[in-house]
């Protein structure tokens, strides 16, 4: 299947990225650090071509570089239960991101579905780990990231 420019932006968990642009990201890290100078010496330390690095290097980056500044919308799964919905609030408070909008279906057989518009500013924490730290809680069942503008 022929893929043509589109201008869409995915958001997906690591382990669905394709290896050669994790190391594209590798790459371009150790660049950025100033660990190493040049193209070749990156390309070479993780094992990728330099026209890989060439072909991904403009579209492929960590979720959380680009977040900052930005809204994103979450959408979480949670069980029905008393305080799980301020859990889920107080992390995204202590990660220090702005909540915009809040909106909670009515739970249907004990499970309810929550949309977040969350404003992710300069002073905010990594976006990832907060999505993790809100993932990890007793009865959330799943958070997803939808998009971010």
Same mark, same amino acid.
């Not at 301020?86 to 579905?113: C, E, M, W």
């Given at each position: 299947?022929?893929?043509?420019?589109?201008?869409?932006?995915?958001?997906?968990?690591?382990?669905?990225?394709?290896?050669?642009?994790?190391?594209?990201?590798?790459?371009?890290?150790?660049?950025?650090?100033?660990?190493?100078?040049?193209?070749?010496?990156?390309?070479?330390?993780?094992?990728?071509?330099?026209?890989? +690095?060439?072909?991904?290097?403009?579209?492929?980056?960590? +979720?959380?570089?680009?977040?900052?500044?930005?809204?994103?919308?979450?959408?979480?799964?949670?069980?029905?239960?008393?305080?799980?919905?301020?859990?889920?609030?107080?992390?995204?408070?202590? +990660?220090?991101?702005?909540?915009?909008?809040?909106?909670?279906?009515?739970?249907?057989?004990?499970?309810?579905?929550?949309?977040?518009?969350?404003?992710?500013?300069?002073?905010?924490?990594?976006?990832?780990?907060?999505?993790?730290?809100?993932?990890?809680?007793?009865?959330?069942?799943?958070?997803?990231?939808?998009?971010?503008?």
């Amino acid at each position: 299947m022929e893929k043509k420019e589109t201008g869409q932006y995915f958001v997906l968990k690591e382990k669905a990225v394709p290896d050669v642009l994790l190391r594209v990201v590798e790459a371009k890290r150790l660049l950025d650090s100033g660990k190493l100078t040049s193209v070749q010496e990156a390309t070479e330390k993780v094992g990728i071509s330099r026209s890989s +690095f060439y072909k991904y290097k403009d579209d492929i980056f960590p +979720f959380h570089e680009t977040a900052k500044g930005r809204t994103i919308t979450i959408v979480v799964q949670l069980d029905d239960e008393p305080g799980l919905l301020s859990v889920v609030l107080k992390t995204i408070a202590d +990660f220090h991101a702005n909540i915009l909008t809040i909106h909670q279906s009515i739970p249907i057989n004990g499970i309810a579905s929550l949309t977040l518009s969350v404003d992710v500013l300069p002073q905010t924490g990594d976006v990832a780990e907060m999505v993790d730290h809100i993932e990890r809680q007793l009865g959330i069942h799943y958070v997803k990231i939808l998009g971010r503008e």
